[in-house]
Structures are given as structure tokens and as C-alpha cells.
């Protein structure tokens, strides 16, 4: 026995170093074994552009599994995966999850001209390459972007979207910019690259991807030298140019071209850029260039820096004068450039003189201030108390003997109870009414002989009470001056009657009453290409006080262009000026096919309007749709 013990002492040496040169030689071939379809199992945790995260090592039979999974679903997977490799012994997990942040922040910084760093975090499940790769396509060469976002969970859907249109937005700025997103909010700071890419990224923001809003977007426009600005008003309405300092003030600008266009189109070439001198109002400047463009009839108002020039034809001589004082005027920081105004003679030359219950007023143009005290001292000895309102201005282009045919008028106005005295070029007119039948006809009779030579005249005096009555002949001439006299246009995408129209349409009702043969037929128009709907503004104090006092379809009297008192007529009027202060419609997105129904609707406004000031029905209606340009409305006398 104690031979065979020592027999097997004698082995052991033996065995173990049989079992280590064993293991020396079959373990690095286990593990090699093992590592080659472990790490195509890693690998496989990269598809679809993520990077793969699953790191495994083999020892002897064992594997051992580590990384941070972009979700549990990931995970689970990857242990599947593992589980199924034939040979291996048992796996050791050490895997966890990639953190999970709230909010979800990511940003492209414009570090260099050269380069954008993007920073805080990225997608998960998105590699930092395959984003680079999205990021990248596009951009110029020599521009690189240098990713330093750390993987995370809880990015929103659609991030890559959101990413590269941030970047495509950052582009349109100076280095030093930085474009983020919070979850599905986005954010712009920064100053504009130029002005052309400052409209860009407006543009661009009104548009952001699916599921995302912009938050705060605080970029500069551009800076540019010298800061110009110009208005211009011609036949085909009205044109912007220049600059604007920002969207607030562009919107001023436009609102205010709108209301004096009064429906002509305006034509908006504005960009957005700073430059403007320090310590300029800039709404104090748009209210006195406005001031002085509606003093131009053909022409413009412009600033170059901080000079304003006038140039152009202006709607009278009185506007000249006018111009002159306003520029030597201008809001502080603003100095006064050249002021090249002209004024040629006003066509056709209208005037009138309406005699109301306590005033007479005087409306259109004069040729000089001798003709104007020549008239208020015809009018002296036939004042009871009454005022006179004077709102003629100087012009050139007064026909002959006006004056004189004025003067005359006045004393056959003075007998009446209501009237007016008119003039359009050599044409007078004396209308209203007397206060007995028998009254009413002598003034007629002798007011026949009042005309100056080479005049026409034209007289409508009835009793009160009663219609007056013209031939068929006066009907037609007298409305042809009317329906080529101011152009009525509604505002772009409206048929709401605007107050400007309502002294023209009172005209309208008063000759159809004094023409009781003909019918009158009324057509719409079409908006210019291009228009849109304008932005409603407030109106000032002014505007509302002047809506209060002087109801559309009135005059300063209180009457209507026939004479007579807005209680004896329908009362359209003030049914239209309560319709005329009612809050502007918020504005509707622009259509790009022009509205086929809309002259119609614009017609049937206007009848509607006319129906109600007394004429009846069946003489007056809408005329037949047809395709048109038309940019104003029309109107036809049908015997």
C-alpha cells in the first residue's frame, strides 16, 4: 500500500501538468470560438445608422456582456442573441440603458465661419455619423460640423427633420448664431447674413417641420449702409422699396399705403434690415410720408440716410405749398432733401357750393385766393346766421368765366331751401328745392338765364316734397359725368361698402329720382393680381370722430348730394356707416385663384345700397356676369 501511494504522489505532477498544458492550449481556441459569433452579435446592435453599443468578451466558456442600450427593447434582443450562441457556458450581463433626459435639448451653434458645432444631445438610436451624414448634405465646402451631443432617450419624433432645418436656418446668419430645440420647440437667435437672408428665414419659419413650433426668435436684421426708403404713386397705384426696420413697421407702412390707395393695388418690395439713423420716430416718419404722398397724384417721397426728397406732379398747386411746409416739418433726425413737386391743371375742374340747414359749403377746386374771397363775398349778404365751410383748394385749369357763373348760381341757391350750385369744367348745374310749387318754378325759369356764354347748364328745382324732373337728354349727359367721375374700388378680396363711396352712390339715387324713365344698371370688378386681403388697423381717434359727425352719404350740412334731409330719404346712410364701423374680419389667407363670384357680390352691394336710398326696383339691378378686367366698378344708363 504504501508503494501504491507513493506511486500516485509521483503522478500528480504528472496530471496537473498534463491539465494546464491542456488548458493552455484549449481555452484561447473556446474563447476564440465563442468572441467571433459574439461579436457579430454586437455589431448587429448598429443597424440602422446607430452605432453599435454592445461590447462582449469571452472568457474561457463564459461571456461577458456590457454597453448601454438606446432602449429595453434593444436590450432584451441583444441578450436573446447571446443566449442562442451554442458553446458558451453562462453570460455574465453588465448591459444597462442609455440615460433618459427631460427636455430634450439639441443645438447648432455658427462657431466660425468654417464651422458648427452641434451640442447637447443626440438620438439614441441615431449614430453620431449617420446624423453628420443627414446634417451634412447640402453644405457648402469648407463648412464642417463637429458633433459634441451625447447619446440620450426621449429625443421627439422627427428629430433629424427638426435638426436639419435648424441648421438650414443657422446658415442664414453670422457666425455667433445658434439655432435649439427644446422637445418640439424651436428657437433662433442671432444676427441676419443679409437682408435677402434675413426674408429667408422668415419665410422658413413660417413654415417649421410637422410636430414642431417656434418658440422665441430673437435675430437682428441686417445692418446696411445707406438706409433707403421709397414711396410711389402713379395710375398703377402704389409702390414700397427700400427697407423697413422691422415687421412691426413694415405692417404700418402697408396699412397706412392701403388706406390711401383706397383700393388701388399696392405693390409691397420691402425688405427688412436695420440702418435707420439713431433717435428717428420711425412711425412719426411714416405718418408724415404718407401725409405728403397723398399730396402727390404722380411721383414719390424717398430717404436716402437721413435725407427726404419729394419728387413728382402733385393733385393742385395748393399740394405744392402744401409738400413745401411738410418737409420743412420732419420728425427729428430727419433733414429735408429736394422738393420737386409740379402741378399740372386739375381735369376735369369741379366745383360746388351746397346750402344746407345752417351752413353753406364749398367743396373742389379754385383757380387763386381772389376767386375764393370773391365767393364768400357773394355769399355775405345771403347769410342768416349760417356758416360757410370753405374746403376748395388751389388748382390751375379753372374754365373761363367761373367765377361768374358761381356767383350767379348763389343767388338762385340763396332762394332756395336746400340745393347746390356745381361746376364741371363748362358745365353748371343748379339743383334743390324750393318751398312752394310756384317758387319753385320761377327759380327755374330764371335760373335758366344764369349760365355764362359757351356754358351748358342744367337745372333741377322742384317744390319740396316733390321729385324734380329732367329730359332724357340731361339724364344722359349728366350721368355720363358722373360715371366717369372718382373710380370706385372696393378693398382687395371685400364687398363691403367702404364711406368713400357713399357721396358717389347718394348722387347716383338723386339722379335716378330726378330721371324716373331710366334703369340703371351696376357692375363689379376684380381685384389687380396680387392683392390680398389687408391687415386690419386701428383707426385713429380722428377717423372715428369724423365717422360720428359726418355719416357716409353726408356732407359737413348734414345733406345728402340731392339736397334733401337724410330723414326724408330711406336712411340708407347711417345703416352704412354703422355697417362701415363695424371691426375690420380678421384677415383670411390670400386665395391663389381670383374669387369668380366676387364683382357680382360687389354689384349686388351697391344695388342693396341703392335700393335702400329710394329707387325701386325695377330700375335698378346688376349687370350680367362676364369675364372682365375691370378694376372699378361701372355703371350704364339703360332708357
Given at each position: 500500500?504504501?508503494?501504491?501511494?507513493i506511486?500516485w504522489?509521483?503522478g500528480?505532477?504528472?496530471l496537473a501538468g498534463?491539465?494546464?498544458?491542456a488548458t493552455a492550449?484549449?481555452?484561447p481556441?473556446i474563447?476564440a470560438?465563442?468572441?467571433?459569433?459574439a461579436e457579430?452579435v454586437a455589431?448587429a446592435?448598429g443597424?440602422?445608422?446607430?452605432?453599435?453599443w454592445?461590447?462582449?468578451?469571452a472568457r474561457?466558456?463564459?461571456?461577458?456582456?456590457?454597453?448601454?442600450?438606446?432602449?429595453?427593447?434593444?436590450?432584451?434582443?441583444?441578450?436573446?442573441?447571446?443566449?442562442?450562441?451554442?458553446?458558451?457556458?453562462?453570460?455574465?450581463?453588465?448591459t444597462?440603458l442609455?440615460a433618459?433626459?427631460s427636455?430634450?435639448?439639441?443645438a447648432?451653434?455658427?462657431?466660425?465661419?468654417?464651422?458648427?458645432d452641434?451640442?447637447?444631445?443626440?438620438?439614441?438610436?441615431?449614430?453620431?455619423?449617420?446624423?453628420a451624414?443627414?446634417l451634412?448634405?447640402?453644405?457648402?465646402p469648407g463648412?464642417?460640423?463637429?458633433?459634441?451631443?451625447?447619446?440620450?432617450?426621449g429625443?421627439p419624433?422627427n428629430?433629424s427633420?427638426?435638426?436639419?432645418?435648424?441648421?438650414?436656418?443657422v446658415?442664414?446668419?453670422?457666425?455667433?448664431?445658434t439655432?435649439?430645440?427644446s422637445?418640439?420647440?424651436l428657437?433662433v437667435h442671432g444676427?441676419?447674413a443679409?437682408?435677402?437672408?434675413?426674408?429667408?428665414?422668415?419665410a422658413?419659419?413660417?413654415?417649421p417641420?410637422?410636430g414642431?413650433a417656434?418658440?422665441?426668435?430673437?435675430v437682428?436684421?441686417?445692418?446696411v449702409?445707406p438706409?433707403?426708403?421709397?414711396a410711389s404713386?402713379g395710375?398703377g397705384g402704389?409702390?414700397l422699396?427700400?427697407?423697413?426696420?422691422?415687421e412691426?413697421?413694415?405692417?404700418?407702412i402697408?396699412?397706412?399705403?392701403r388706406l390711401?390707395?383706397?383700393?388701388?393695388?399696392?405693390?409691397?418690395a420691402m425688405?427688412?434690415?436695420r440702418?435707420?439713423?439713431a433717435g428717428?420716430?420711425?412711425r412719426?416718419?411714416v405718418?408724415r410720408?404718407?401725409?405728403?404722398?397723398?399730396?402727390?397724384?404722380?411721383?414719390?417721397v424717398?430717404?436716402?440716410?437721413?435725407?427726404l426728397?419729394?419728387?413728382?406732379?402733385?393733385?393742385?398747386?395748393q399740394?405744392?405749398?402744401?409738400?413745401e411746409?411738410?418737409?420743412?416739418?420732419?420728425?427729428?433726425?430727419v433733414?429735408?432733401?429736394?422738393?420737386?413737386?409740379?402741378?399740372?391743371p386739375?381735369?376735369?375742374?369741379?366745383?360746388?357750393?351746397?346750402?344746407?340747414p345752417d351752413?353753406?359749403?364749398l367743396?373742389?377746386?379754385?383757380?387763386d385766393a381772389e376767386?375764393?374771397?370773391?365767393?364768400?363775398?357773394?355769399?355775405?349778404?345771403?347769410?342768416?346766421?349760417?356758416?360757410?365751410?370753405?374746403?376748395?383748394?388751389i388748382?390751375?385749369?379753372?374754365?373761363?368765366?367761373?367765377?361768374?357763373?358761381?356767383t350767379a348760381?348763389?343767388?338762385a341757391?340763396?332762394?332756395?331751401?336746400e340745393g347746390?350750385?356745381s361746376?364741371?369744367?363748362q358745365?353748371?348745374r343748379?339743383?334743390?328745392?324750393g318751398?312752394y310749387?310756384?317758387?319753385?318754378?320761377?327759380?327755374?325759369?330764371?335760373a335758366?338765364r344764369l349760365a355764362?356764354?359757351?356754358w351748358?347748364l342744367?337745372?333741377?328745382?322742384?317744390?319740396r316734397?316733390?321729385?324734380?324732373?329732367r329730359?332724357p337728354?340731361?339724364?344722359?349727359?349728366?350721368?355720363?359725368?358722373?360715371?366717369s367721375?372718382?373710380a370706385l374700388?372696393f378693398?382687395?378680396?371685400?364687398?363691403d361698402?367702404?364711406?368713400a363711396?357713399?357721396p358717389v352712390l347718394?348722387e347716383v339715387?338723386g339722379l335716378?329720382?330726378?330721371?324716373?324713365?331710366?334703369?340703371?344698371?351696376?357692375?363689379?370688378?376684380?381685384?389687380?393680381?396680387?392683392s390680398?386681403?389687408?391687415v386690419?388697423v386701428?383707426?385713429d381717434a380722428?377717423?372715428?370722430?369724423?365717422?360720428v359727425?359726418?355719416?357716409?352719404?353726408k356732407?359737413?350740412?348734414?345733406?345728402d348730394?340731392?339736397?334733401?334731409?337724410?330723414?326724408?330719404?330711406s336712411k340708407?346712410a347711417p345703416?352704412?356707416a354703422?355697417a362701415?364701423?363695424k371691426?375690420?374680419?380678421?384677415p383670411v389667407?390670400?386665395?391663389?385663384m381670383?374669387?369668380?363670384?366676387?364683382?357680382?357680390?360687389?354689384?349686388?352691394?351697391?344695388?342693396?345700397?341703392?335700393l335702400k336710398?329710394?329707387i325701386?326696383?325695377?330700375r335698378i339691378a346688376?349687370?350680367p356676369a362676364?369675364a372682365?378686367?375691370?378694376?372699378?366698378v361701372?355703371?350704364?344708363?339703360?332708357s
Amino acid at each position: 500500500m504504501a508503494i501504491r501511494s507513493i506511486g500516485w504522489l509521483a503522478g500528480l505532477p504528472l496530471l496537473a501538468g498534463a491539465w494546464i498544458a491542456a488548458t493552455a492550449f484549449a481555452e484561447p481556441r473556446i474563447e476564440a470560438a465563442l468572441e467571433a459569433p459574439a461579436e457579430a452579435v454586437a455589431a448587429a446592435t448598429g443597424r440602422d445608422g446607430a452605432e453599435p453599443w454592445l461590447r462582449v468578451e469571452a472568457r474561457g466558456r463564459d461571456l461577458v456582456a456590457s454597453g448601454e442600450a438606446p432602449g429595453e427593447a434593444a436590450r432584451e434582443q441583444a441578450r436573446a442573441a447571446l443566449a442562442a450562441l451554442p458553446g458558451r457556458r453562462r453570460i455574465l450581463d453588465r448591459t444597462g440603458l442609455v440615460a433618459e433626459v427631460s427636455p430634450f435639448t439639441w443645438a447648432a451653434a455658427f462657431r466660425a465661419p468654417d464651422r458648427i458645432d452641434l451640442l447637447g444631445h443626440r438620438p439614441a438610436e441615431t449614430g453620431r455619423a449617420a446624423l453628420a451624414e443627414s446634417l451634412g448634405a447640402g453644405l457648402p465646402p469648407g463648412l464642417v460640423l463637429r458633433d459634441a451631443a451625447r447619446a440620450a432617450r426621449g429625443a421627439p419624433d422627427n428629430f433629424s427633420e427638426a435638426a436639419r432645418f435648424l441648421v438650414a436656418q443657422v446658415r442664414h446668419l453670422k457666425p455667433g448664431a445658434t439655432a435649439a430645440l427644446s422637445d418640439r420647440v424651436l428657437s433662433v437667435h442671432g444676427e441676419a447674413a443679409s437682408v435677402a437672408a434675413y426674408a429667408a428665414l422668415r419665410a422658413d419659419l413660417a413654415h417649421p417641420p410637422a410636430g414642431f413650433a417656434v418658440g422665441e426668435v430673437a435675430v437682428e436684421p441686417a445692418l446696411v449702409s445707406p438706409f433707403v426708403w421709397s414711396a410711389s404713386r402713379g395710375p398703377g397705384g402704389i409702390r414700397l422699396d427700400g427697407y423697413a426696420t422691422s415687421e412691426a413697421d413694415r405692417s404700418a407702412i402697408l396699412a397706412a399705403a392701403r388706406l390711401l390707395a383706397e383700393g388701388a393695388p399696392v405693390t409691397d418690395a420691402m425688405g427688412i434690415a436695420r440702418g435707420l439713423p439713431a433717435g428717428v420716430d420711425a412711425r412719426a416718419l411714416v405718418d408724415r410720408v404718407f401725409a405728403i404722398l397723398a399730396l402727390v397724384r404722380d411721383g414719390s417721397v424717398a430717404l436716402d440716410g437721413s435725407t427726404l426728397s419729394v419728387r413728382g406732379s402733385a393733385i393742385d398747386v395748393q399740394a405744392v405749398r402744401e409738400a413745401e411746409a411738410a418737409a420743412a416739418s420732419l420728425p427729428a433726425g430727419v433733414s429735408r432733401g429736394t422738393v420737386a413737386l409740379t402741378a399740372s391743371p386739375v381735369s376735369p375742374y369741379l366745383v360746388t357750393i351746397r346750402r344746407g340747414p345752417d351752413a353753406f359749403t364749398l367743396t373742389g377746386h379754385l383757380p387763386d385766393a381772389e376767386a375764393r374771397a370773391a365767393l364768400r363775398a357773394a355769399l355775405r349778404p345771403h347769410l342768416y346766421g349760417e356758416r360757410v365751410i370753405d374746403r376748395t383748394r388751389i388748382a390751375e385749369g379753372a374754365p373761363p368765366s367761373l367765377v361768374e357763373g358761381l356767383t350767379a348760381g348763389i343767388g338762385a341757391l340763396a332762394q332756395l331751401a336746400e340745393g347746390e350750385v356745381s361746376v364741371r369744367d363748362q358745365n353748371l348745374r343748379i339743383a334743390g328745392e324750393g318751398l312752394y310749387p310756384e317758387s319753385a318754378r320761377r327759380i327755374a325759369a330764371e335760373a335758366g338765364r344764369l349760365a355764362p356764354a359757351g356754358w351748358r347748364l342744367d337745372v333741377a328745382i322742384g317744390a319740396r316734397g316733390a321729385t324734380p324732373s329732367r329730359d332724357p337728354a340731361a339724364c344722359r349727359e349728366t350721368f355720363a359725368g358722373l360715371a366717369s367721375g372718382q373710380a370706385l374700388r372696393f378693398d382687395p378680396g371685400s364687398a363691403d361698402l367702404k364711406p368713400a363711396f357713399y357721396p358717389v352712390l347718394d348722387e347716383v339715387a338723386g339722379l335716378a329720382r330726378t330721371c324716373p324713365q331710366a334703369r340703371i344698371e351696376v357692375a363689379g370688378h376684380d381685384d389687380p393680381p396680387g392683392s390680398v386681403p389687408p391687415v386690419p388697423v386701428a383707426k385713429d381717434a380722428t377717423a372715428k370722430d369724423a365717422a360720428v359727425k359726418e355719416p357716409p352719404g353726408k356732407d359737413a350740412t348734414g345733406k345728402d348730394a340731392t339736397g334733401k334731409d337724410a330723414a326724408a330719404r330711406s336712411k340708407p346712410a347711417p345703416k352704412a356707416a354703422k355697417a362701415a364701423e363695424k371691426p375690420a374680419p380678421k384677415p383670411v389667407e390670400a386665395s391663389a385663384m381670383p374669387d369668380p363670384g366676387l364683382p357680382q357680390r360687389r354689384a349686388a352691394a351697391i344695388v342693396d345700397y341703392l335700393l335702400k336710398a329710394g329707387i325701386p326696383a325695377d330700375r335698378i339691378a346688376a349687370a350680367p356676369a362676364e369675364a372682365s378686367d375691370r378694376r372699378a366698378v361701372a355703371f350704364a344708363l339703360r332708357s
